[in-house]
């Protein structure tokens, strides 16, 4: 009987263990992957983001952003990151844009190539939640504001 107790209390323990994964580790195989004709690049970020946000685009940046040339170099520079909170009926509602400028140079060519752009997004939660729930939504439209982000600029290049 005492082996049967420890087995349930055993069982018990390992199912309401559960894992969630980070929203970076989800986004890694949703982003797209791009190759510059250049030999440097940059990031450069001209507004605060939150926390989040800014690890999801220094991941995207370091790992799907590539780069082979014999020269040259890219500057990708982020502006005007905003996110909106607002209430709808019975619920809440996240909208978030980003808006963005790519510069190529390349002193062989003397050719400066300017790609900008702007990304919006949306989340949102109806009745009854959490503020883990909501919390969660945010991180979701933030994931899904840098998933567009890539699809956006792989479409312009």
Do not use: H
């Not at 190529?104 to 109806?126: C, H, M, N």
Request: aromatic share 10%; net charge neutral; proline share 2%.
């Amino acid at each position: 009987m005492n082996k049967l107790l420890s087995f349930i209390i055993f069982l018990f323990l390992i199912s309401s263990c559960s894992y969630s994964a980070l929203p970076i580790d989800k986004m890694s195989s949703e982003l797209e992957s791009m190759t510059f004709e250049v030999v440097q690049k940059k990031l450069v970020v001209e507004d605060s983001l939150p926390n989040n946000v800014d690890k999801l685009l220094k991941k995207w940046f370091d790992d799907k952003v590539k780069i082979n040339g014999f020269d040259g170099d890219m500057t990708f520079v982020v502006k005007e990151y905003q996110e909106n909170i607002s209430s709808i009926n019975k619920g809440k509602r996240v909208d978030i844009s980003l808006k963005f400028e790519v510069y190529i140079k390349k002193p062989t060519l003397s050719k400066r190539v300017i790609t900008k752009g702007e990304i919006e997004t949306y989340g949102s939660l109806e009745g009854s939640f959490t503020l883990n729930e909501f919390d969660a939504i945010i991180q979701n439209t933030q994931l899904d504001l840098i998933v567009r982000l890539s699809r956006d600029l792989k479409s312009k290049i």
